[in-house]
């Protein structure tokens, strides 16, 4: 992509109504537009971020043995009336009446449409295990929107639901996605630890918030420090997919907790070693049992010809949050520093002499050269100062910045900075481009 044609409105000033770095990175870099309170339109770059995520999201999904879906938006009113969930979701709920009067609803959720979808077709227990997941735009009348994409009104989300026959199946499907939940975290560069969340009356210790470390995070995290040292996509691997207690045990055995009220599952953990920080909730999973299979009548036939009532979990990932969040994780004074795997593009080409005729013939070589191995590159071709391309490549944080200027070429080489630690060398052009390909 071309910057020079490229949509792009980034901001030299700070706006005044973000009040936390991510907010106001995500606006000076342009990678949303408020349309409403807490309603976002994604500009070009955003929308390549929020793509990115969603698609690592998917394909840990995947791996876990779920299934993708693709569920409405809007939703009929009487499927909660069922549950009891129309009356206690109260005005975080938008209610809506179509054209024949008929109460309809944007879904905050997915639970009672899925159970009530799954019904009609499973009627016998040889057709369980399943899981189903969407990646669908919620919407939540939030009191105070606020934050940015943090907390919206309108935001995406990844929602699977998970049927099985017993509470030992319901188990496995829960720990099938911890895993995969640390995994898609670790891939984004992030570090999400699960603590141990409310599940009512039923779930026992079957809820985890998985939280990511920042300052402005809203809920409290108490968490042993070596847990920040494991690692996620080396140890997964390794376990079978159907004996996860392990698995799970070591990664909840540096025990952490949301709040006060859960610390003293801390116990295990000397006081001068517990970690207290802040942090953001990108992801909840939670085991329900049969809360809502009873009322929707959602029950399969068992192996004696008895009725069995479906056992079920539910599983979230704030997609349009993570945005926000991975920024609030990875940023410096100059600007956003994008993990490789979610950035918007991979490399940042910068043209210094834009017009010069040995400047712009190297920077076009190499902007088809990145093009054709396939690496994502916007190539800075406006005529700008170098200060200023500098300065905005930095603001949208693009991992990798090539920069070719008139005094390099004499020497035969260009400049490959690092954005991440600033590390900046001078290599021969196709050197830059091995490294870039690698
Ligand atoms: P919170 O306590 O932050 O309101 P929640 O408990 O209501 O979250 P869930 O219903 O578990 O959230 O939804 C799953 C995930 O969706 C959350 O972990 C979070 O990452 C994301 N999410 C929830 N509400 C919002 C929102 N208003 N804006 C953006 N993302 C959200
Ligand atoms: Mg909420």
């Not at 409310?198 to 998985?210: L, P, W």
């Not at 920040?228 to 376990?239: G, I, R, W």
Request: hydrophobic content about 40%; aromatic content about 10%; charged content about 25%.
């Amino acid at each position: 992509m071309r910057l020079s044609q490229y949509f792009l409105p980034t901001l030299k000033e700070n706006p005044t109504e973000a009040q936390i770095v991510s907010h106001r990175l995500m606006l000076r870099a342009g990678l949303v537009r408020q349309t409403s309170a807490g309603i976002y339109a994604w500009l070009p770059l955003g929308f390549r971020v929020l793509k990115k995520i969603e698609q690592i999201v998917r394909e840990e999904q995947d791996a876990s043995g779920a299934q993708e879906v693709l569920m409405p938006t809007i939703q009929p009113a009487e499927l909660w009336q069922l549950s009891g969930r129309y009356d206690v979701y109260g005005k975080e709920m938008l209610r809506i009446k179509d054209r024949h009067e008929r109460d309809m609803l944007y879904g905050p959720t997915n639970e009672e449409m899925i159970t009530d979808i799954f019904k009609s077709f499973v009627k016998s227990y040889r057709d369980l295990p399943r899981n189903l997941y969407h990646i669908q735009w919620k919407f939540r009348d939030e009191v105070r929107p606020r934050f940015g994409v943090m907390r919206g009104r309108e935001f995406l989300m990844k929602d699977a639901y998970s049927f099985d026959l017993d509470f030992a199946g319901a188990k496995l499907a829960y720990q099938k996605m911890f895993l995969a939940y640390l995994r898609t975290y670790a891939r984004m560069g992030l570090k999400a630890i699960p603590m141990r969340a409310d599940s009512g009356a039923i779930g026992g210790d079957m809820s985890h918030e998985f939280i990511i470390l920042a300052d402005t995070g809203e809920s409290a995290v108490y968490c042993h420090p070596d847990w920040l040292k494991l690692d996620p996509l080396n140890e997964s691997v390794s376990y079978n997919q159907k004996e996860l207690d392990p698995f799970v045990e070591r990664w909840t055995s540096l025990y952490a907790a949301t709040d006060e009220k859960h610390k003293p599952g801390c116990a295990n953990i000397p006081d001068n070693q517990l970690l207290t920080a802040r942090g953001i909730e990108v992801g909840h999973i939670f085991y329900f049992g049969t809360k809502y299979s009873k009322p929707l009548n959602a029950f399969v036939t068992g192996p004696n010809g008895e009725q069995i009532f479906l056992e079920m979990g539910s599983y979230g990932i704030g997609v349009s949050r993570l945005v926000g969040a991975i920024i609030e994780a990875s940023h410096d004074d100059n600007g956003i520093i994008w993990p490789e795997s979610v950035a918007p593009f991979k490399v940042g080409l910068i043209n210094l002499k834009q017009g010069a005729a040995q400047t712009d013939k190297v920077c076009e070589d190499i902007y088809t050269k990145l093009n054709q191995a396939k690496i994502d590159v916007l190539y800075d071709d406006r005529s700008e100062s170098a200060g200023i391309k500098f300065n905005g490549m930095d603001l949208i944080g693009l991992p990798w910045h090539l920069v070719v200027g008139p005094r390099g070429l004499e020497k035969n080489v260009v400049e490959l900075k690092y954005r991440k630690t600033g590390e900046r060398q001078e290599l021969s052009i196709d050197s830059a481009l091995a490294k870039l390909a690698g």
